[in-house]
């Protein structure tokens, strides 16, 4: 039988209208292909109907055809008994005052925000859809409660973590291989109940925290929201009365939409009215104030798709339904006068990524501490007091040092020695590394006197005999010396001290190269550069002895933060105590924060010291 040639020119399909998607059926209305995508990307893909009428609503929003990419962002949120107790929660918590975590719901962070274009959205939710199907949960999530002045919050036990960040970092990889960026939350997963709150509402706030039962019956749900990035930095208000523009420059209210206005707007009013950008329309536009009522960032994100977290009990058999979490995706609202197709049908195909695609990466440690005591702060002018005319040092109290190194006494002025408190500190911290089986290979220390000192302490303790290498880059920030540059002790005056200085070292930032100025974002940059470096030029694990800015500097874009403002600096500051000690331990997910194996030193004058508040 004689085989049919190849047709050149084929007569072209026709799709027929109830096969064609939620775009197709866009496109064929005449919108075009960028306000389609961008559409239904803010109504979660939900239908036609509604993305054609978000298109209708926003044809004045001055962004419609801009290429501006929406934010997404992948939480855990309590269901149940836990969830209807945080609701009281912060219902009672906004009546002492708005704090930070009111802003959200009640929420754990496994992916923060990342952007993604329009015509992405339903592969980033397909992709968040496979990758939960591939674990299931044997445990409960189990919670602990965690109180300080400046946060409160419940933490995942290590044991429930570990579950939830490999679904973080799978969906990561996931997201890579369509070319979008994102970070998994790899640090301490937690759920925030207050941050940010003035310090008179601590103690009634803490009373609230302890009133809730962290561990009561919970049931969890994994949620991927996106937002519009205009809100970034932005208040969310409700509008709860309608106003109808009297003026060109106003905004028209409608019951129930959101305005977002900008951070320090309201109190900044003199008059009642402020500028916002409407949700519901994207417009612009002076509104009274008093026509609308703050609410969380998150009422008006949209969600994509929620996936029930089940426990199963180890000891328990379960059905193959039962392993496989149902997924629940907002339903889609249709045109009733068109006739098309529901989303296809959710894949549950398990794609398990093997141990060997992991990047193998040697674990390592560094351990940052802070110095101990110093003199100039224990005595403050004690110069004048301790030296005789003839330049001899005599101590007049036990807790100064019994001697001090021979240099111009000028120069302690800005660069002072550690107390005798300070040096049994740094012995302490020592010997407890030692009973910890701490193992370091190499030591860098500010060329602060009383950074050399600390350190040298640390080594003798630990009884280890490795040389200490002077690095100048380790500097606390330089704002904190208006005076210039202290005049520290060269390598050949310490050793001549008695201090086992590395002397064939050759400084990552030479002394002569630090700035004369710089803000709290350069001190951030230099620390993290140097930390970098010091990473990279060594093996084994690091032992750090810098300033009480340092232990945040040097870890917290090494660990995937962002530089905070230079107030928070200060505030920081406040809270790492003498010999404060930080860990940052590397794996396959980078470096990450972790309380150091030994418990911190604490006396009269020396507060215990909670490297949670460094996260």
Not at 152 to 167: Q, R, Y
Request: glycine share 4%; aromatic share 8%; with cysteine.
């Amino acid at each position: 039988m004689a085989t049919l040639p190849p047709r050149k020119n084929p007569t072209p399909t026709k799709i027929s209208k109830q096969h064609l998607t939620p775009l197709q059926t866009l496109l064929q209305l005449g919108f075009p292909k960028h306000r389609a995508e961008k559409a239904l990307a803010a109504t979660g893909h939900r239908g036609v109907q509604l993305a054609s009428d978000w298109l209708l609503a926003h044809v004045r929003d001055p962004t419609l055809d801009s290429d501006t990419q929406r934010q997404y962002v992948l939480y855990a949120c309590p269901t149940g008994p836990l969830a209807e107790q945080l609701e009281v929660f912060w219902s009672e918590s906004k009546d002492l005052r708005w704090n930070s975590a009111h802003n959200f719901i009640p929420h754990i962070t496994l992916v923060p925000f990342f952007d993604a274009p329009d015509e992405f959205t339903e592969e980033l939710t397909n992709a968040f859809e496979n990758v939960v199907h591939q674990d299931g949960l044997h445990e409960h999530i189990e919670l602990e409660t965690y109180v300080s002045h400046n946060f409160m919050g419940l933490f995942v036990k290590d044991v429930n973590a570990e579950w939830l960040k490999n679904i973080a970092v799978r969906y990561v990889n996931k997201l890579a291989a369509l070319g979008i960026t994102a970070e998994p939350r790899v640090k301490s997963l937690h759920l925030t109940l207050a941050y940010q709150f003035p310090n008179m509402l601590f103690h009634p706030l803490r009373l609230m925290v302890e009133k809730l039962g962290p561990n009561i019956s919970a049931n969890w749900e994994l949620r991927l929201y996106s937002r519009d990035s205009r809100l970034q930095n932005l208040h969310v208000h409700k509008v709860t009365h309608a106003h109808v523009p009297r003026e060109h420059d106003e905004l028209e209210l409608r019951v129930g939409d959101y305005i977002y206005i900008p951070e320090g707007a309201c109190n900044a009013s003199t008059d009642g009215w402020v500028e916002g950008i409407s949700w519901l329309t994207g417009i612009s536009g002076h509104l009274p104030l008093n026509h609308t009522k703050r609410t969380a960032e998150s009422d008006s994100w949209t969600l994509h798709a929620t996936v029930p977290i089940i426990a199963i009990d180890n000891k328990c058999e379960s059905t193959e339904d039962e392993d496989v979490p149902k997924v629940r995706r907002p339903p889609p609202v249709l045109s009733s006068s068109d006739s098309v197709d529901a989303p296809d049908g959710i894949s549950i195909t398990e794609e398990p990524m093997a141990a060997s695609e992991a990047p193998q990466t040697p674990s390592r440690e560094i351990f940052i501490c802070r110095h101990g005591e110093r003199v100039d702060f224990t005595f403050g002018s004690w110069i004048p007091y301790c030296f005789e005319s003839n330049g001899s040092y005599v101590r007049r109290d036990l807790n100064m040092p019994k001697e001090v190194p021979s240099r111009n006494i000028q120069d302690f002025q800005n660069d002072g020695p550690l107390t005798t408190v300070g040096e049994m500190q740094a012995s302490l911290v020592g010997e407890a590394m030692k009973s910890s089986n701490i193992k370091i290979d190499v030591a860098f220390t500010s060329p602060s006197l009383r950074c050399v000192q600390t350190l040298a302490h640390i080594l003798k303790g630990l009884e280890s005999n490795i040389p200490i290498k002077i690095e100048p880059g380790l500097i606390e920030w330089l704002a904190w010396y208006p005076n210039g540059i202290p005049v520290w002790m060269t390598s050949e005056e310490l050793i001549k001290a008695g201090f086992n200085i590395d002397i064939d070292y050759d400084p990552i930032v030479k002394a002569k190269d630090l700035p004369l100025k710089e803000n709290a974002a350069q001190y951030y940059e230099r620390s993290y550069d140097l930390t970098k470096k010091i990473i990279e030029s060594t093996v084994g694990n690091i032992l750090i002895v810098a300033h009480a800015a340092s232990l945040a500097a040097c870890t917290r874009q090494l660990t995937g933060g962002r530089i905070p403002p230079a107030a928070e600096v200060t505030r920081l500051v406040q809270r790492v105590p003498y010999l404060a000690c930080l860990t940052a331990r590397q794996d396959i997910d980078g470096w990450q924060l972790h309380p150091p194996p030994f418990p911190p030193i604490t006396h009269t004058s020396n507060s215990r010291f909670d490297w949670k508040v460094l996260m």
